[in-house]
């Protein structure tokens, strides 16, 4: 039986903003940054993932884990291969980014 939707019972979202294309290492632990970029970084622009004093353009990640020190959240450790670890506010992403640039402190 095919019930009619009630629209007074709807709700709209409209398409993600550029804000919601923004992750914040300092505020998000590793799990969540991961499961966020592989989600939707595959869709029309990158993910801007800001740790510290750098923005990467990422679409994908390839790892991470949530073993971490005590403040580690925004520290980038640089792979030969072009990859990088960053720091979040509890583990670290393995990514590997199309762009990296300086930024101020947000």
Known sequence: ML???DETKSSYHSFP???DFVARAQQWDARRMYNFIR???HWDRPIELI??????LVRDVLSYSLESRKDDYGEVAESINGTVWVGCKLGWVHAHPDL??????L
């Open 39 to 41: 989600g939707v970084g």
């Open 51 to 56: 740790a510290g004093s750098d923005l990467f």
């Open 3 to 5: 019930v009619k939707q």
């Open 17 to 19: 903003s550029d804000e």
């Open 100 to 105: 990296r640039r300086r930024i101020d402190k």
